[in-house]
Each structure stands twice: as C-alpha cells, then as structure tokens.
C-alpha cells in the first residue's frame, strides 16, 4: 500500500512526463478495443446478414448441387424428399431452383443466376412477395438494388432473358422487373434475378423440382432428410468464420503494433526516469528502503500508467465506443463491388472479456517494461547513485 | 563492542579498481566513535572522508578488516540487512540535500517514518515535531524547488532526526550554504546532540564546522593522520 501511494504521488508530481504516457497508453487501450470490437461487430453483422437473408436457420441441398462449382447447376435440381416437403408446406421452409442464364439488358449479354423462390415465403427476409400478383405477361422478376445499379435497370424495364430447360433445349422470354429490393448481402443481389418458383419450374420443364431448400430460423434442421444433405448454419458460414479468423491473424499484429509503441514510450520514460531520478534512488537507499523496494516502487509506477491510462480511455473512449456500438460506422464505399460480403454501416460490438483481456495484457505488458529498467536501479551502488555518477 | 561505542572500525582497508590496479582509498584506519561525540572526518580532497562516512553508513564495504555499527558487524551483510540498519538507526544528510523534488517538506520529513513503517498519527506528531525543530513549520506544504539552500538543508535534518536515529552521518553539510545559514544549521545539530545525544559524524574542510566539533580525526591519504579531542569548540558555547 505504501509503495502504491509513493507511486501515485511519484506520478502526479511528474507532471506532464506522467500524462504523455498515460494519453499514449490510453489510445492504445481505446484502439485495441475499438478494432477488436469493429472486427466483432463487422463478424457478427455479417452472419446475421446471411442468416437473415440467405441462409434461414439453415439449408437442404440437391445431393449433386456445390454453391462452388457452377458446372454441376444443370445437374442439381430434383423433387423434394417427403420430409422436406412436410416443412415447405407448413411454411417453415422454402425450396429454391436455381439455373443459369444470361440477359440482355439494353441489348448487352449478361449471365445471370436465375433464382425461383415461392413469392408467400416468410423463411428469408427478401420482398418476394412482389413477384406475386403480376398481370403482365413477361416474366416478373425481382433483382437487387446492387443488380440494378450495375445493369442500368429499373423498375418497369423489361429485357430478354434466355436459359437451357430440363432436356438442354435454348428458350427465352421477356422479362419485366416489377421490384428492386434494398438488401445488404450482395450474394443475394449481384448477378441474379429472381422469379417466381412455379414460373422457373415451368421455363425449365422441372416441376416441383428445386435445387436447395432454406429452413427456417424458427425451424429445427432434420438430421436425415432423405437424399439430401443438411447443411447447418455452422457449416455454411465455416468459409466466412475462416476468412475472418485469417483477419484476425492480421489485426492481432495491428494489436502487437499498438501495444509495441505503448510500451515503448512507457520504456522509453522508465529507462529516462532512472537517469534523471538517479540521485533520488540512491537516496531513498540511503534512507533505508530496500532494493527490492524500489525496484517494486518503479514498478508500480509504471503499472500505474496503464491504470491511469485506463481511467482516461474510458473518459473519452467510452462515449466513442458506445457511440458506434449504437450508431455504427458508414462505409465509404460498397464492400459488394469487390466481393466482399460487409454490411454497409460497420456497427461495434464489445464483449465484456475484450475489455478484461485487453486491460490485462496492456497492464502486464506495461508492467514488464517497466519492471524491466527497474531492476537496473537494483545494481546501481548507492554511493554513485546519490552523487548522480552512473555506472 | 563496549556500551557505550555506536561504532567500531578495527584496520579498515577500501580499495576500488582502478584500470588494472587498485587504488587504496583507506589504510589500517582503527577507531571507535562512542555515544553523544560530535566527530568530524576532516582532510584534503581524497582523503578518504566520504569512503570512509560510506562504510559506516553501510552505503559500501570494506575491503579489509572490521566496521561495527549500533552493534551490528557490517561485514558479509547483505543489502537487506543494511538498509534495515540506515532505516532504523541512522540519519544521512547530504552536501546537495537529496529531498525528494515532488514531495512536500511535510512528505519529504515524513518519509523516513513511512519506510519504518510507522502508523499515521505517530508519523504526523514525530514530523510536525521534528519541524518545530528546524523552525519549518511554516513551508510544511512547500516543496523543494520553492526554498533557500539553508531551508532545504534544514528539512534534510528534520528528515535524519525524524526518527530519532542513535548516529547521524553528514557529508559536508554546509559545503552548499552560505555562512550565516552554516551557523544556523550547526546550531541545530549542537542543539540535538545535546538534547538527545544523538552521535554526528560529519567529513568536512569547512573551518565554520569544525568550530563546533568535540572531536576532530585528520585524514591524510587514507590514513588517520590525528584524533583530536576538542575542550573548547570555538562556536559551541557552554561546553
């Protein structure tokens, strides 16, 4: 307790040593947690994203479909095993078909997915329910606002669409989009259009046939769905959990970067204060106070700072972090456009263990390096210490 | 060690390294400082003063022979054990003062008390005494920077009486000061010898202090050249 309030009052008599370091020490813990927590936030809001709009509580696939390999569309669709049907029925799931086509918007050639999906589906948070109730005779279709942008389209346009059917046979149509819809995940949005399920059944001569099926959040996935396979929410967000673990790798070298400067400047000031406080160390060694003490003493101090430090950050990184905990951060450009799945405005999330973990590590790293210059002080003979001599 | 001696130095021998050599900064000294003396180590520069104030003081070692301070044999202590004598049974004071800058002249006297351990309302009676001593009680929230060199060298007694040590150690206490405020700080020093018999040893070449020793030992090259006793300080009355 006595080497505590020597070492506060050490620190505040410093004076503006002191609040340099501790104003450093607070950015980094402020930017630490920041960036942990925006890389939270940016993982989280992802996959609510997806859930939401695109995955439900998970999927059904055709036992020959891979999202990954466009080539092996033409061969996965076919008809819903009975116990999948079941849940499409009682509406907590929605079957999709999907093929592959191209447009011709302003008479340029596009590929598109086209993508059928029951337009009364509740299962997915995409305004399908447009496509119904169309009494024009193109084919309604629902595209994306990012869709939208890069084609040129609006609503009303209409366009030519063409697709191979069930037995390889060309076809087209006219096309007419009836609804552009806002949405945040651009695998839902970039280079596909939807329709109707029953209408897609019917352009591909594949009734009642589909090529995946989304299952409700609200849902529980069957285990063993006939032929096909059950695909968990885990297991469609595995490739983004891994690419955001491979970015955590990076931005724990942003961490090691920041606490690096930090520690510096704390080292920096310890390595200074025991040249120009030399007199004093030997003094309080000739006063009596052991060398363990005083090592303990510029320990403290230096801990000290990550304490002070950390009062600072919460005065003015507090505010700032519940601020974009709760409005979040706008983007200055759309992420979709080079293909990368982040919602627009990046709002933070701050679990309770990243503050424990980052004041525990800021607080040990500062306390080694201040430990570290301190115990220089421990072979320093009093006799040259208190005449200011080095040795 | 006799009752009455507070230090005991037997064929004292310091050298330090120097290049490839040695150079011998006290030889054979042998002397016993007993309760209540007013001693003063004078010499030229490099006679050995300080080293030989830096021995008692347990600050270094002796390279030879025997050092006995308040009972206690210096030989083969360790720092822990040393620093514990400074704490408990000796007062420094220093040329350049040595306060601690950021601390107050209250905090400054107080200091030594803490280190001992000593509970806050004893702490802030021995301070507040130990000012009135030194007639201090007015900057009691000053610090360093803001007094005059006599000043400060009256906190730094205030700070080596504060605990009430058996053996004070002062190195060229006055070298700093000008006359009038070097009488005054010898005044204070005679004054606490008497009253409470504390020891001083003091190293100086300052005449002004060696008008108020009992006892002068005349260094040369290491080596007691003299041990004077004084019947007569010329400064100190009523002797």
Not at chain 1, 317 to 342: C, K, Q, R, S, V
Not at chain 2, 126 to 147: F, G, I, Y
């Amino acid at each position: 307790m006595m080497l505590f309030k020597l070492a506060l009052r050490n620190l505040i008599g410093a004076g503006t040593r002191t609040w340099l370091n501790v104003f450093v020490t607070s950015i980094t813990f402020v930017l630490i947690i920041f960036m942990s927590g925006l890389y939270q936030g940016m993982f989280e809001s992802n996959k609510r994203i997806m859930i939401e709009t695109e995955i439900g509580g998970g999927e059904y696939w055709h036992p020959a479909y891979d999202p990954q390999d466009p080539f092996t569309l033409e061969a996965s669709h076919g008809l819903l095993p009975d116990a999948i049907a079941d849940q499409v029925t009682v509406g907590v799931a929605t079957p999709i078909l999907i093929t592959q086509g191209s447009i011709y918007p302003e008479g340029r050639l596009r590929p598109v997915l086209i993508k059928g999906i029951l337009p009364e589906q509740q299962v997915v948070a995409l305004p399908t329910s447009t496509l119904s109730g169309y009494a024009g005779e193109a084919v309604p279709v629902l595209i994306g606002a990012g869709m939208a942008k890069t084609t040129k389209l609006k609503v009303g346009d209409t366009f030519t669409v063409r697709w191979r059917d069930a037995h390889g046979t060309y076809d087209a149509d006219e096309v007419e989009v009836i609804s552009i819809m806002n949405v945040e995940n651009f695998q839902v949005d970039q280079g596909q259009i939807w329709v109707p399920l029953e209408r897609l059944q019917q352009m591909l001569d594949m009734p009642g046939e589909a090529t995946f099926v989304v299952a409700s959040q609200e849902t529980n996935l069957l285990a063993n769905p006939g032929s096909w396979r059950t695909m968990s929410v885990d297991a469609l967000t595995e490739d983004f959990r891994r690419i955001m673990l491979t970015g955590q790798a990076m931005m724990s070298m942003m961490y090691l970067i920041f606490l690096a400067l930090a520690a510096m400047g704390i080292f920096n000031s310890q390595v200074l204060s025991i040249f120009r406080r030399r007199k004093e160390i030997g003094t309080l060694m000739a006063l009596g106070m052991p060398r363990g003490r005083v090592i303990g003493l510029f320990t403290t101090e230096g801990g000290l700072h990550s304490l002070l430090a950390l009062v600072l950050a919460a005065l003015y990184g507090g505010p700032f972090m519940y601020w974009t905990a709760t409005n979040g951060i706008p983007l200055p450009f759309d992420y979709a456009e080079i293909g990368m799945l982040i919602s627009p405005r990046m709002v933070s999330v701050y679990p309770a263990g990243l503050f424990v973990s980052t004041t525990l590590l800021v607080t040990l790293i500062v306390t080694i390096v201040s430990y570290l210059p301190a115990r220089k002080i421990a072979k320093m003979k009093p006799t040259e210490a208190i005449t200011g001599r080095i040795n | 060690m006799d009752d009455n001696h507070i230090v005991e130095i037997r064929e004292l021998v310091k050298r330090y390294p120097v290049g490839g050599g040695h150079f011998t900064a006290l030889r054979d000294v042998t002397t016993d400082v007993v309760v209540g003396e007013f001693t003063g180590l004078v010499g030229p520069s490099g006679s050995g003063k300080t080293t030989l104030l830096n021995i008692i003081g347990g600050l270094d070692a002796p390279s030879e022979g025997s050092v006995t301070v308040l009972d206690m044999p210096l030989g083969g202590k360790n720092h822990k054990e040393l620093a514990h004598l400074r704490r408990e049974g000796i007062g420094f004071i220093f040329q350049t003062f040595n306060l601690l800058p950021v601390y107050t002249v209250f905090e400054n006297v107080e200091f030594p008390l803490l280190l001992m351990g000593m509970n806050g309302e004893d702490r802030r009676s021995a301070v507040n005494q130990a000012l009135e001593w030194v007639d201090l009680m007015d900057k009691v929230k000053s610090r360093p920077a803001q007094l005059s060199g006599g000043e400060c060298q009256r906190v730094a007694i205030a700070r080596a009486i504060v605990k009430k040590p058996k053996l004070i150690i002062a190195d060229e206490p006055t070298a700093n000061l000008d006359a009038e405020n070097s009488h005054n700080v010898m005044g204070l020093m005679v004054n606490l010898n008497r009253e409470l018999s504390t020891s001083f040893m003091f190293a100086t070449h300052d005449e002004k202090v060696m008008g108020y020793l009992t006892r002068i030992i005349h260094l040369i090259d290491g080596r007691i050249d003299e041990d004077e006793q004084v019947s007569k300080p010329k400064y100190r009355e009523g002797k």
